[in-house]
DNA sequence: CAGAATCCATCAGGATACTG
DNA sequence: CAGTATCCTGATGGATTCTG
């Protein structure tokens, strides 16, 4: 068994008042792994193209979650005080870091979107057939 | 520049009518995250063990993630028919192929908890002296 | 023990309008 | 252009009760 790395996975996501988890979900969450992505494949990047590169997020939402990477330290924001303003967001380098994570993740769905999608129909057709016994 | 696989993912993360982010997020969440760690590490585990192991899950949440992760075919749910029950769970082969990524992201937290913290501390100042001008 | 079902509060997050 | 402010709704998720 992989009992080595594991249990301190388990464990280092316990301690501190969860602080682990909150930078965890806000670094994995939906918009943000986008956000990183774009920063790092495209950066410097501005609002407007980040708004377009990702679909369905609202004007909010990014706002936000600039914000909340800004925050973090992640992100960085530069105001060229011109008219129109311009704003460009850069990837920091601890937020570079991410990316081979982020590729692994990537590769793993795509290595098993078929088998999810399979266990899906399997799972809901049995749902089906128990229903209707 | 990190040109080549980057872009890769970004487009990767758009394609299908956004099935790749429903996987992605439905792996990464908070929850999720714990369940899969606990289920390589101690698996095959019951239901109040993972209950008593996830500080701050509720049963509902427990019961609904659980059958997300066995409906996606990555916890496997075996149930002996004792009196009482007794239903134990299993990460498959294809969710313990998550291990390294989740090791790595939590590495990387690890890592850059402190200069996080610093980086919140700091960007929360810089709010405060502005409000205060 | 291992849930399912129900009820309910919170809040993430969308849509829209306004502004420096 | 790059936001902020406001309003509003649906989903998330907690607490509780009931059962095989």
Redesign the interface.
């Known amino acids: 068994m ?2 080595s ?3 301190v ?2 464990q ?3 301690s ?1 008042p ?4 909150d ?3 806000s ?4 918009w943000s ?2 956000i990183i ?2 920063a ?3 950066g410097p990047i501005r609002f407007t193209e980040l708004e377009r ?1 990702i ?2 997020i609202s004007r909010r939402m990014l706002t936000v979650t600039l914000r909340q990477l ?4 992640l992100i960085v924001r530069t105001v060229h005080p011109t008219v129109p303003p311009k704003v460009e967001y850069t990837a920091s380098d ?1 937020a570079r ?10 590769a ?6 078929e ?6 129909e399997t ?2 057709n049995e749902r089906v057939e128990v229903a209707a016994s």
């Open positions: 992989s009992q790395y594991s249990d996975s388990v280092v996501i316990h501190e969860c602080v682990f988890r930078i965890f979900v670094v994995t969450n939906k792994v986008q992505l774009l790092i494949a495209r590169s679909p369905g800004e925050r973090n330290g601890v870091e991410l990316e081979n994570a982020f590729e692994q993740l990537g793993w769905v795509e290595r098993h979107r088998f999810i999608a399979a266990a899906q799972y809901d």
